[in-house]
């Protein structure tokens, strides 16, 4: 019913920049927070951002500062604009987005998308 694509990872130089875009599509009526998580080989998935409805913004500590959130609400998209990458931000990043269905239930439902992978390396 509703689908998050994710586009933009990559390979990025350390201290580069990356841009990472989530777009929800489907049975949407209302989104009401969308965020980024990572998952390391080997590690648990993490969140790196969020940002609820209207410009409420959370960051894991070892981002704040280098990169930002935000969301084109028009668009139902959502943004990570990364900065001074480093090594340990190679990951696979998912969008997750809680969603208020358009079809008829208005019930709420907590969507992922299907991963894009960062690699910082020189």
């Known amino acids: 019913q509703v689908q998050l694509v994710e586009s933009g990872g990559g390979l990025v130089q350390p201290g580069g920049s990356l841009r990472l875009s989530c777009a929800a599509s489907?049975?949407?009526?209302?989104?009401?927070?969308m965020g980024w998580y990572r998952q390391a080989p080997g590690k648990e998935r993490e969140l790196v951002a969020s940002?609820?409805?209207?410009?409420?913004?959370n960051y894991a500590d070892s981002v704040k500062g280098r990169f930002t959130i935000s969301r084109d609400n028009a668009k139902n998209t959502a943004y990570l604009q990364m900065n001074s990458a480093k090594p340990e931000d190679t990951a696979v990043y998912y969008c997750?987005?809680?969603?208020?269905?358009?079809?008829?239930?208005?019930?709420?439902?907590?969507?992922w998308g299907q991963g894009t992978p960062v690699t910082v390396s020189s």
């Open positions: 997750n987005a809680a969603v208020i269905l358009n079809d008829g239930s208005f019930r709420s439902l907590e969507v």
């Open positions: 489907g049975s949407i009526f209302l989104i009401n927070g």
């Open positions: 940002i609820i409805s209207g410009a409420n913004t």
